[in-house]
């Protein structure tokens, strides 16, 4: 039995999504919509935030405690025109993350 057609959805089967194919958005067009929200809020992305992070690692002096550098990181995004209140939800974001998975 070489036939495909037991493959394919029924006609008559209900659609799960809520608008029509033709109208519904692609991938990317959904991923463009929520950087340009991001923009807008002035929230950094976390890769953006992880390697805020890791350039302050990296400019610290040896003996800089954990506050230091995430203080540093911090500025570094506000300095370059990232929302304070964002960048403070991201990592509250990150950390509940962790926390959760460890």
């Not at 036939?3 to 991923?31: I, K, Y």
């Not at 935030?49 to 302050?56: E, R």
């Amino acid at each position: 039995m070489s036939n495909a057609s037991h493959l394919e959805r029924a006609a008559t089967r209900p659609r799960s999504a809520t608008s029509a194919p033709e109208a519904a958005a692609t991938g990317a067009e959904r991923t463009a919509a929520w950087r340009l929200a991001n923009d807008r809020r002035g929230r950094p992305e976390a890769d953006v935030v992880g390697m805020a992070l890791l350039s302050s690692v990296v400019r610290q002096r040896p003996n800089a405690t954990l506050v230091d550098v995430v203080h540093a990181a911090i500025e570094d995004l506000v300095g370059r025109g990232f929302d304070r209140e964002q960048v403070h939800g991201v990592f509250r974001r990150w950390r509940r993350r962790v926390k959760k998975n460890s």
